[in-house]
């Protein structure tokens, strides 16, 4: 059973910076990615990372988040600067795997598989 872990949320002041980190069997997937949920809201991708370390971002969040890999620690990890108060939402880790089921999700101009996702990590953003 593949488990995703996630950590590092909490409650920052607009313009702080958070580092979330994802805890999973990284060779394993084809694509590993950063999905989120803001209450009342349908769930967004927000970064995403191929096995060939490809990144691609969200609008929103281009130039403030950076998604990286360390398939030594067999750890992701989203980078997040600049927060501000609409970046308030659950972060969930997401991996996708060929051959296996999933949810599909956007992120710019391209689609992606989730096929696990981790339990997430709140992040609360005040201004």
């Known amino acids: 059973q593949v488990q995703l872990v996630e950590s590092g949320g909490g409650s920052v002041q607009a313009g702080g910076s958070l580092t979330l980190s994802c805890a999973a069997p990284?060779?394993?997937?084809?694509?590993m990615g950063w999905l989120r949920q803001a209450p009342g809201k349908e769930r967004e991708g927000v970064a995403t990372?191929?096995?060939?370390?490809?990144?691609n971002y969200a609008d929103s969040v281009k130039g403030r988040f950076t998604i990286v890999k360390d398939n030594a620690n067999n750890t992701l990890y989203l980078q997040m600067n600049g927060l501000k108060p609409e970046d308030t939402a659950m972060y969930y880790c997401?991996?996708?795997?060929?051959?296996?089921?999933?949810?599909?999700?956007?992120?710019?101009?391209?689609?992606?598989?989730?096929?696990?996702r981790g339990q997430g990590t709140q992040v609360t953003v005040s201004s």
């Open positions: 990372i191929d096995r060939n370390g490809k990144t």
């Open positions: 997401s991996a996708g795997r060929t051959g296996f089921s999933g949810v599909w999700y956007t992120v710019g101009d391209s689609t992606y598989k989730s096929s696990y």
């Open positions: 990284l060779y394993t997937f084809n694509n």
